[in-house]
């Protein structure tokens, strides 16, 4: 029997295609796989450097660490690290004292009012609008928290006509790109409600831009004082956006107006264009000003509390 099975074995394979023809298919394969392992080095490999390898990480916790915007030094390092911040002894707080009212409720439907009232604009007003109080509004933003107190952003304020007009030639040529090509057919057809398209007048209508930029790093003063290393910002996207709603906030508080944008594909030339550090990226680009008086807004309803609220 055994004999029978050894025969029956040797006859197929020596009747394999896969044998006769071994000598082709090895190369092909032996190409593939250094194809497939390039492209993945190519694609891929900067990034698998920030994952949690840790055996200490993964098995504590029974699964990685969360928080995919973390880009700390994930190696055991030979050394004992110093904080980027200066230790400072922590002094007592005792809670909100300005407040919109003392009844915390009426407070805080004082302040939904002002929220709820808030429309993205598109089309702006020539009347002029006081620095000072985009400025301020600005300096109400970079109260927000953020990861480690790192504060990872900045906010480029663009009143100059001539720049504004560079950001407009730079954001439509992009815009009419990703209106015929880049977005989805079923993206293009969302926005039509909204009536946008790659035309923005806006850009040069509002009396300021307001363009925020994610600093993916930062820089702390070595020991010596001589020289300046790499500071890491941690969860700086997340950070960066808080910012940003207490923005426009701000903005709405002031009796401004604004619309959020997020210019798809402009941010390294808008980068150039401010001259920024390679550490800071384009999250949003916000126009300010007041409505123009033929201003109009989609008939939209905000979803109720039911809907966005689970009790527990």
């Not at 201003?295 to 979803?303: A, F, S």
Request: net charge negative.
């Amino acid at each position: 029997m055994a004999s029978y099975l050894e025969d029956l074995v040797d006859r197929f394979i020596s009747s394999s295609a896969l044998v006769t023809y071994w000598n082709y298919i090895f190369p092909v394969l032996v190409g593939l796989y250094l194809a497939i392992t390039l492209y993945d080095k190519h694609r891929y490999g900067h990034k698998k450097k920030l994952r949690i390898t840790e055996p200490a990480a993964t098995e504590k916790s029974g699964s990685k660490l969360d928080g995919i915007e973390y880009v700390g030094d994930l190696e055991n390092a030979d050394y004992d690290p110093l904080p980027a911040l200066e230790d400072k002894p922590h002094v007592p707080y005792t809670g909100a004292t300005v407040i919109l009212a003392e009844d915390p409720l009426e407070a805080a439907d004082r302040f939904y009012a002002i929220a709820n009232n808030r429309r993205s604009v598109r089309k702006f007003s020539s009347r002029p609008v006081d620095v000072t109080v985009v400025e301020r509004c600005i300096q109400v933003a970079g109260t927000a928290p953020s990861g480690a107190h790192t504060e990872p952003w900045t906010f480029c304020l663009v009143s100059d006509p001539s720049i504004k007009a560079s950001i407009r030639e730079i954001i439509e040529a992009e815009e009419f790109v990703n209106y015929t090509q880049r977005m989805a057919k079923q993206w293009v057809t969302d926005l039509r409600p909204i009536r946008t398209n790659h035309i923005k007048e806006y850009l040069t209508e509002a009396p300021h831009l307001v363009l925020v930029f994610k600093q993916t790093y930062g820089y702390k003063a070595d020991s010596d004082g001589s020289s300046a290393s790499k500071k890491q910002h941690y969860y700086n996207e997340i950070s960066t956006s808080i910012a940003t709603g207490m923005l426009l906030c701000a903005f709405q508080c002031a009796g401004l107006s604004s619309l959020v944008t997020t210019p798809l594909n402009c941010g390294p030339a808008l980068r150039t264009l401010l001259e920024r550090p390679p550490n800071e990226k384009l999250l949003v680009l916000l126009p300010v000003g007041y409505p123009a008086e033929d201003c109009t807004v989609p008939d939209l309803q905000r979803k109720p509390l039911e809907d966005i609220m689970v009790r527990y």
